[in-house]
């Protein structure tokens, strides 16, 4: 049981380069979460999913695009990198029923340069 | 406006010595108040739920607490690896999907 798994780990972008952040969940989770979390802030909703085929943004959405054709994947999008996306990110998720925590992903840390 | 403030904002222990993390918050409606542990360069893990007031919680040296107001999570004796960064989130009855997180509070234990 891999629980949350992100893929890379790691990742240097130039400006105005793309690219897809990967997340995978095996706990059959309809709910999943994309965040943000740059140093002396809290964690940042960037878009959430209640299941396969719906999205929605949260606080901090521009500049992101997130898919979800499956229960288990979520991929974020990022369209033409911008230094301000330097951040770590992580992938969330949880269950429908029992105590409604989330479980995380190990995060990938990108620097826009 | 819907708010979560931790403090302190890191705290330094000798091992042994138990102290408090405060989590404070103002929000319309809390459906439940979440305690998870972050390590350096992992992901948060979590570790306790509360959703009422008076309502305690505890796994090993830490034990967590909800007033109306604000949670505690007590560290009492406390070893070098309990050293971590805890962050306090919170489930609002406006929205299943969302969270609020405070920004954390930096413990450092120290043998």
């Known amino acids: 049981n891999a629980g949350v798994t992100q893929t890379p780990k790691f990742r240097i972008l130039k400006i105005g380069q793309s690219m897809t952040l990967q997340c995978t969940q095996d706990m059959n989770h309809n709910y999943m979460y994309w965040y943000r979390q740059d140093p002396g802030m809290g964690l940042k909703l960037i878009y959430y999913?209640?299941?396969?085929?719906?999205?929605d943004k949260g606080e901090v959405p521009n500049g992101y695009n997130v898919s979800r054709s499956t229960t288990e994947d979520f991929p974020l999008r990022l369209e033409l990198a911008a230094p301000s996306q330097t951040s770590v990110y992580f992938c969330a998720s949880r269950g429908t029923s029992g105590t409604y925590e989330q479980y995380f992903g190990p995060g990938t840390r990108l620097t826009v340069t | 406006e819907d708010q979560v403030t931790q403090s302190p904002e890191a705290l330094r222990l000798q091992e042994g010595e138990s102290s408090s993390l405060n989590c404070s918050y103002t929000?319309?409606?809390?459906?439940?108040l979440f305690w998870y542990r972050q390590d350096p360069g992992k992901g948060p893990e979590f570790l306790f739920t509360l959703y009422s007031a008076g309502e305690e919680k505890e796994k090993e040296r830490l034990k967590a607490t909800l007033t109306k107001k604000e949670s505690f999570l007590h560290i009492t004796a406390p070893k070098p690896e309990d050293s971590a960064t805890y962050l306090c989130?919170?489930?609002?009855?406006?929205?299943?999907?969302?969270?609020?997180f405070g920004t954390g509070t930096r413990l450092k234990v120290l043998a």
């Open positions: 989130a919170v489930q609002l009855y406006s929205g299943t999907y969302k969270y609020i």
């Open positions: 929000v319309s409606g809390l459906r439940g």
């Open positions: 999913s209640v299941g396969a085929g719906i999205t």
